[in-house]
């Protein structure tokens, strides 16, 4: 019987806003977990959180890096990794969601020590400005790995023997109706995410600041800039707890994905936002286009200030038939991203 192991580095949720955590990569992997696409799921995590060494969630086994000091963190950070690898090394299949600093160790003695068949869930990955440099060196090991699940259409990593693109994973308990007509009294606008200028967050603040009549919702990781505290219609409500964070989202009518298409860090991702948005019958702004969601219904605006300006200006005034086409996804996502389609997937790259 086949045995596939996953190897990750999320935390367990209620260390996730105090550490200021992925909230995206920990609900990505649970999915994958509670969706049996695993049977072994281990997690080793930066040196970087300060965590106790008993912390647990569900079946996840964690490794923790507590060693005192920045020595006592490099000797732990090579003990976990080896027993890391040891402890995987009997899988058949074993996969990494993404290949980052703490598990890198662990990964080059899974693959080059004990010829393991190693796979690669790729969820982001900036392109390194030298093949020498740490990140070039992770991009060299990514492209030596058995295969991998991009989310990203766009990846750089053409050249991997078994290559999937498959954007996101929906559990079918989030999936609900859409909404009617009459349910929209007010649009109001969502920002949600890392609060930084690769995910759009500066073009935001510009936008919205000329758009008093839009009322913008801001959280995530990130600060707030001074300059934008006088602007009544922009909402800033910070680092949220996944239920608050929730709440807010079933508030909100359109949610905004404002990307920089230029940028090659957006060349190697997906934001699984947008899957989160259309399963809860939310309008998407992209001013990114996605071949991996041809075929979903979403508005597409130029990454462009005043392009951005005019359409959501257009948006305030819009017929609520017209906006509500946008909100019809459900069926769409069911098709491409359900557990059942990962699991058809994972078999298609791993299987001999």
Not at 35 to 54: A, E, M, N, Q
Not at 331 to 349: D, G, H, M, P, Y
Request: proline fraction near 3%.
């Amino acid at each position: 019987m086949m045995n596939r192991a996953l190897i990750c580095n999320i935390l367990p949720p209620d260390y996730l806003v105090k550490l200021k955590a992925s909230q995206a990569a920990f609900n990505f992997c649970e999915r994958l977990i509670d969706g049996g696409c695993f049977d072994d799921v281990r997690s080793i995590t930066p040196f970087s959180y300060k965590l106790p060494k008993d912390i647990s969630y569900k079946e996840i086994i964690f490794y923790i890096n507590n060693g005192r000091g920045y020595l006592g963190k490099i000797i732990r950070y090579f003990v976990l990794n080896v027993k890391l690898a040891w402890d995987v090394r009997r899988c058949d299949r074993i996969w990494f969601y993404n290949l980052s600093i703490s598990s890198l160790l662990a990964y080059v003695i899974l693959r080059f020590l004990f010829l393991k068949r190693i796979y690669v869930i790729m969820a982001d990955y900036t392109p390194a400005s030298s093949r020498t440099s740490l990140q070039g060196i992770i991009g060299w090991l990514l492209e030596r790995c058995e295969g991998m699940i991009s989310l990203s259409g766009r990846s750089c990593f053409k050249n991997v023997k078994k290559l999937k693109v498959k954007a996101g994973i929906i559990d079918n308990e989030m999936l609900i109706r859409n909404k009617k007509v009459s349910d929209i009294d007010r649009v109001t606008f969502l920002f949600s995410g890392t609060l930084a200028s690769v995910t759009g967050y500066d073009m935001a603040l510009k936008v919205f600041a000329q758009i008093p009549q839009a009322q913008l919702y801001i959280s995530g990781n990130g600060s707030f800039p001074e300059q934008y505290r006088k602007y009544e219609n922009i909402h800033f409500m910070g680092n949220m707890q996944y239920e608050d964070y929730l709440k807010l989202l079933n508030k909100s009518t359109i949610c905004l994905n404002l990307r920089n298409p230029y940028l090659l860090e957006n060349n190697n991702n997906f934001p699984s936002k947008i899957l989160d948005y259309f399963s809860k019958g939310k309008i998407v702004l992209s001013t990114m286009q996605y071949s991996e969601i041809d075929g979903a219904n979403y508005i597409y605006i130029p990454f462009e200030e005043q392009a951005l300006i005019r359409s959501i200006k257009e948006i305030l005034v819009i017929d609520n038939s017209e906006l509500l086409k946008y909100s019809d996804n459900i069926l769409f996502i069911r098709q491409n991203f359900s557990v059942e389609s990962w699991k058809q997937t994972i078999q298609a790259v791993d299987s001999e």
